[in-house]
């Protein structure tokens, strides 16, 4: 879309076809149009299947969407009978019509208003009464006979890869795309949450209708997989949905691709325990560094192992001897049995996640 363009708008709970031209074209989706059967004015943005009013002075009111909408754009041929055309009078209002002939004068019926006017040799228009008789025309431009605005959209796929220290990561996304309008309610372009990765990569199918060039925002929450895994992960891997990994990266959209490739890497931070075993120092970790707690906003932790996430580096280790016991039921109900074993402890360096960086390969 693009300015001097016309829309056909039905609205909902409204059966009559609107006719407007396109004034102007913005960032994020978002175009103003005047529709000239009243000349009020409106700024709709233009999602991936409809159009919302943004601001407006006309009835239908900002929130109001529809999807029943035909774009009319300029072409280059001959004007003829049966043709679509702008006519421009001389207060520079443009209005789109059908040709009804052209000798030995042109005939042309308004799509707006169904109102006939001819239009003689010094193109000067002519209709008893009506608001332009006799005004002088400035231009006629020939016009395609138009298509559903939202018949253009495609199909694209979004890939997602994940990687840590080590290599690829299990695990699920929550994924959000949106336009950046500036607008928080906006709806959101693209939309999954339940998008898994069983070795470290993802991808779906998005119909998406966009301009070229619009700046995108994809939003991302990553749960890992829970440690141990099966033969099968595909099938039995564990979510830790109580795990959640952040990251936002904002780009450009390119119409010409066909997907949205995103190279996810696990961003860590770590710390340094003195005299305590594995399982407890990545339980201090948890505790110390929930969100919230240490004004890090990129992580919230669950409570358990998320074994794909975590990483340590021991020095030092020490054995010490602790007293565990455990029980068999007797038939008279009596129970004693005990044993003695062993637990180390170290200096552990636990590498936990911050966030994501999120690069785009497209």
């Known amino acids: 879309m693009k300015q001097h363009d016309f829309i056909g708008v039905r609205f909902p709970n409204d059966n ?21 059967h009243t000349g009020s004015r409106y700024t709709f943005q233009q999602f991936s299947g409809w159009l919302e009013v943004k601001q407006t002075n006309g009835n239908f009111p900002v929130g109001t969407r529809t999807n029943d909408v035909v774009l009319y754009e300029p072409q280059q041929h001959n004007l003829g009978v049966g043709q679509l055309v702008v006519v421009t009078f001389e207060d520079s209002y443009p209005y789109l019509g059908a040709i009804q002939s052209t000798s030995p004068e042109w005939k042309v019926k308004f799509l707006h208003s169904d109102n006939e006017y001819l239009i003689d040799a010094g193109n000067v228009a002519h209709a008893a009464g009506k608001l332009y008789d006799g005004k002088r025309v400035l231009e006629k431009k020939p016009f395609g006979k138009g298509a559903s605005l939202f018949s253009t959209a495609v199909d694209k796929i979004i890939v997602l890869e994940i990687s840590g220290r080590s290599g690829p990561v299990r695990g699920e996304f929550e994924t959000k795309i949106n336009a950046d309008t500036g607008d928080p309610l906006a709806p959101n372009l693209y939309e999954n949450g339940y998008l898994r990765a069983e ?11 966009a301009a070229e060039g619009t700046t995108m925002t994809i939003f991302i929450s990553f749960h890992p997989a829970l440690l141990p895994y099966s033969i099968n992960p595909r099938e039995s891997s564990v979510i830790d949905r109580t795990t959640s990994i952040y990251g936002k990266k904002s780009f450009t959209y390119k119409k010409g691709v066909n997907s949205l490739h ?33 004004g890090t906003k990129g ?39 005990s044993s003695s074993g062993s637990e180390s402890s170290s200096s552990w360096t636990v590498y936990y996640p911050i966030g994501l960086d999120i690069k785009e390969k497209f």
Not at 16 to 36: I, P
Not at 271 to 282: D, M, P, Q, R
Not at 303 to 323: K, M, P
Not at 330 to 335: A, E, I, Q
Request: overall charge negative; glycine content about 8%.
């Open 16 to 36: 009559k076809q609107y006719f407007a031209v396109v004034t102007s074209v913005k960032e994020g989706g978002l175009f103003d149009c005047r529709f000239v």
């Open 299 to 337: 992580y919230e932790f669950g409570t358990e192992f998320s074994g794909d996430i975590f990483f340590l580096e021991a020095s030092g280790t020490v054995t010490h001897t602790r007293e565990t016991t455990s029980s068999e039921e007797s038939t008279t109900g009596t129970s004693d049995s």
């Open 199 to 209: 070795e470290g990569k993802a991808q779906d199918v998005l119909n998406i209708n």
């Open 262 to 294: 995103f190279d996810i890497e696990l961003l860590y931070d770590s710390t340094t325990l003195s005299n305590t075993t594995k399982s407890e120092a990545i339980r201090t970790v948890m505790n110390e560094h929930r969100k919230g707690s240490s």
